[in-house]
């Protein structure tokens, strides 16, 4: 019936914004609270912050790793089963092959594997006097893109430092992605500067969705993430927003409104693919 279509046109998401500790079973444990808590308000999309099971850190990954399947990877599978929802489970240190990856697992409502994307760009950064970061010590970048379909919308999955590369964005637009998810942990310096600014950026160039999830801020971590897990609309406006702490916030993705923003200002129509393109 034109009721069920339209009820499909818009969908909740839920954004956990965990404060993760160095115990992972209670991160564990907390991440599953936390999604169950989110599906019981109605979420059909749920994500979890990057590295959501281990403290963020070059010194955490190797002591943290896990093969996929895996301990968190099997506790994800059984959340998205058990709530019948689809499950972007953040990322977690893998290992793999001697190999170190920050991936990202996305469960379906049958506590299916969908999709394992690898953070593709890896964060090696020096702010002088604020902060030096180079994941490359320890980290092996992925290779490949990650979107997976629901009955509401196909989604694209990045990881942090993959925001800042707008080609990623567009080619998951290009191949249909209406909603791009980006576990994330800036920090207080990239935070304040750039965190919102690029979720903005990416969804009024594209016309998408874009939801990002950070871990809670935790003032005695070696890295302190800056939080604000947040959906932008593709008009651009922050429609949710956590703070600092430990939440849960939730969006309703209206597939409708974002048919409309592209139709006022078609700009997918209007680009000059005879002068310029970005393909794969």
């Given at each position: 019936?034109?009721?069920?279509?339209?009820?499909?046109?818009?969908?909740?998401?839920?954004?956990?914004?965990?404060?993760?500790?160095?115990?992972?079973?209670?991160?564990?444990?907390?991440?599953?609270?936390?999604?169950?808590?989110?599906?019981?308000?109605?979420?059909?999309?749920?994500?979890?912050?990057?590295?959501?099971?281990?403290?963020?850190?070059?010194?955490?990954?190797?002591?943290?790793?896990?093969?996929?399947?895996?301990?968190?990877?099997?506790?994800?599978?059984?959340?998205?089963?058990?709530?019948?929802?689809?499950?972007?489970?953040?990322?977690?240190?893998?290992?793999?092959?001697?190999?170190?990856?920050?991936?990202?697992?996305?469960?379906?409502?049958?506590?299916?594997?969908?999709?394992?994307?690898?953070?593709?760009?890896?964060?090696?950064?020096?702010?002088?006097?604020?902060?030096?970061?180079?994941?490359?010590?320890?980290?092996?970048?992925?290779?490949?893109?990650?979107?997976?379909?629901?009955?509401?919308?196909?989604?694209?999955?990045?990881?942090?430092?993959?925001?800042?590369?707008?080609?990623?964005?567009?080619?998951?637009?290009?191949?249909?992605?209406?909603?791009?998810?980006?576990?994330?942990?800036?920090?207080?310096?990239?935070?304040?500067?750039?965190?919102?600014?690029?979720?903005?950026?990416?969804?009024?160039?594209?016309?998408?969705?874009?939801?990002?999830?950070?871990?809670?801020?935790d003032q005695s971590a070696s890295y302190v993430a800056w939080g604000h897990s947040s959906v932008v609309n593709p008009w651009g406006e922050v429609i949710t927003k956590a703070g600092s702490e430990e939440a849960v916030v939730y969006a309703d993705i209206d597939l409708q409104y974002l048919a409309d923003v592209r139709q006022q200002i078609p700009i997918t129509m209007q680009r000059r693919?005879?002068?310029?393109?970005?393909?794969?």
């Open positions: 019936s034109p009721d069920c279509c339209f009820i499909r046109r818009k969908f909740r998401l839920g954004v956990v914004q965990l404060l993760v500790t160095k115990a992972k079973a209670d991160n564990l444990q907390r991440a599953c609270s936390l999604v169950k808590e989110a599906a019981g308000q109605g979420a059909k999309v749920v994500v979890l912050p990057e590295c959501f099971n281990s403290p963020y850190g070059t010194g955490f990954f190797a002591e943290y790793a896990e093969k996929i399947p895996g301990e968190s990877t099997h506790v994800l599978s059984e959340a998205a089963k058990e709530c019948g929802i689809y499950l972007v489970g953040g990322s977690i240190p893998e290992e793999d092959g001697g190999k170190l990856f920050n991936t990202c697992s996305v469960f379906g409502p049958d506590g299916k594997l969908l999709v394992k994307h690898r953070k593709i760009h890896l964060f090696d950064i020096d702010v002088p006097g604020k902060i030096r970061f180079q994941e490359s010590e320890t980290l092996s970048p992925g290779s490949s893109l990650s979107m997976f379909e629901t009955p509401y919308c196909k989604i694209g999955v990045g990881i942090c430092y993959d925001i800042r590369f707008s080609e990623l964005a567009q080619i998951y637009a290009k191949k249909g992605c209406q909603l791009l998810v980006y576990p994330g942990a800036f920090n207080m310096t990239t935070g304040p500067a750039h965190w919102e600014l690029l979720q903005r950026a990416r969804a009024v160039d594209n016309q998408v969705y874009v939801a990002t999830a950070s871990p809670a801020r693919d005879d002068i310029y393109n970005v393909s794969l």
